[in-house]
Nanobody, 119 residues
Framework: QVQLVESGGGLVQPGGSVRLSCVAS????????MGWYRQVPGKERELVAR???????NYADSVKGRFTISRDNAKNTAYLQMNSLKPEDTAVYYC?????????????WGQGTQVTVSS
């Protein structure tokens, strides 16, 4: 019933910037927290940034000061502004959202978007 679609990934040079977007659609009554996670081969999926509906945020130590999560609640969209990118930021980035459909709260994942930081 719910679909999260990420976009904005691609190839970027070290030190560059990119902005990811995540749009939630479906029979959504309310959206709670939205966040971004990333995963590289051989490692578990890890939190990058999270923002609840009240504006509170949580960032991974490795991205603090470089990444910023924001939301446009009217458009059911979350963004991840990624600055000063490093090769170690290369990963598949996944959007996650806490969504109430009327039957209860559930977490949903997007399909992921590849971000490659390389010269």
């Amino acid at each position: 019933q719910v679909q999260l679609v990420e976009s904005g990934g691609g190839l970027v040079q070290p030190g560059g910037s990119v902005r990811l977007s995540c749009v939630a659609s479906g029979s959504i009554v309310r959206i709670g927290a939205m966040g971004w996670y990333r995963q590289v081969p051989g490692k578990e999926r890890e939190l990058v940034a999270r923002r609840d509906s009240g504006g509170s945020t949580n960032y991974a130590d490795s991205v603090k000061g470089r990444f910023t999560i924001s939301r446009d609640n009217a458009k059911n969209t979350a963004y991840l502004q990624m600055n000063s990118l490093k090769p170690e930021d290369t990963a598949v980035y996944y959007c996650n959202a806490q969504i109430f459909l009327g039957t209860g709260w559930s977490y949903y994942w997007g399909q992921g978007t590849q971000v490659t930081v390389s010269s």
